[in-house]
């Protein structure tokens, strides 16, 4: 079956620097990748949407000059949580769309940020 | 707008004993997916099932049976003969066509089963 890898799964930080968080299909190349924000005991919040060579699409209420993505290959898309803070703090989950037919989503494992 | 409702927030069982996971989903598309997934600690969502808008067919799977009912817009998941390991969060999903097939959560469901 298709794989969705993310690095690091783990990750600390100082409050005030930037993490980059990537994502990568490794058996299928995906035009489509999402990212997800999950904070404890809650569900998965999608934040936007990254399409291969062009701007990524934002969900309401996420601030894009914090959260900066990039999908330059098509099977990396990468997501960049500039001056993190620790309200940043969270699950970060992205997924690829298989190109074959079902619009499936494959999910990467996560990361785990803490902002300190 | 596409949204995917779980009301129940908890539930705790039995080993043994069958629980069902409510799923009400509401779509203004045609061309829709519903999903299940599983969370267990560790946090890695698990796939479960799939389901397009046009195949109202009930499924099983071992001890899984989901059950989509588009007069009700539901798609009920229902587990048999629990078992420990089935404790997780699980989650119901919902994809359109229209909204370029990004997939939106439910808020989920945690499952404790109980030895």
């Known amino acids: 079956g298709a794989v969705v890898s993310q690095h690091p799964s783990r990750v600390i930080c100082k409050s005030g620097t930037s993490v980059k968080i990537e994502c990568r299909s490794l058996?299928?190349?995906?035009?489509?990748m999402f990212w997800y924000r999950q904070f404890p005991k809650q569900s998965l919040m999608l934040m936007a949407t990254?399409?291969?060579?062009?701007?990524?699409?934002?969900e309401q209420g996420v601030e894009k000059d914090k959260f900066l993505i990039n999908h330059a290959s098509l099977t990396l898309s990468t997501l960049t949580v500039t001056s993190a803070h620790p309200e940043d703090s969270s699950f970060y989950i992205c997924?690829?769309?298989?190109?074959?037919?079902?619009?499936?989503?494959?999910f990467g494992p996560g990361t785990r940020l803490t902002v300190l | 707008a596409q949204k995917v409702t779980q009301a129940q927030t908890e539930i705790s069982v039995v080993e043994k004993e069958d629980v069902t996971l409510d799923c009400v989903y509401e779509?203004?598309?045609?061309?829709?997916?519903l999903f299940w997934y599983k969370q267990p600690p560790s946090g890695e969502l698990v796939f479960l099932i799939r389901?397009?808008?046009?195949?109202?067919q009930n499924e099983i799977s071992g001890r899984y049976s989901w059950n989509f009912q588009k007069s009700t817009s539901s798609f009920n998941f229902t587990i048999t003969a629990s078992q420990v390991v089935d404790s997780a969060v699980y989650f119901c999903?919902?994809?359109?066509?229209?909204?370029?097939?990004?997939?939106?959560f439910g808020a989920g469901t945690r499952l404790f089963v109980k030895a």
């Open positions: 990254s399409n291969e060579g062009s701007k990524a699409t934002y």
């Open positions: 997924s690829a769309r298989a190109p074959t037919g079902g619009h499936q989503q494959f």
């Open positions: 999903a919902l994809s359109e066509a229209n909204g370029g097939f990004k997939t939106i």
């Open positions: 779509t203004r598309d045609t061309t829709y997916y």
């Open positions: 389901r397009n808008s046009f195949d109202e």
């Open positions: 058996d299928f190349q995906a035009t489509t």
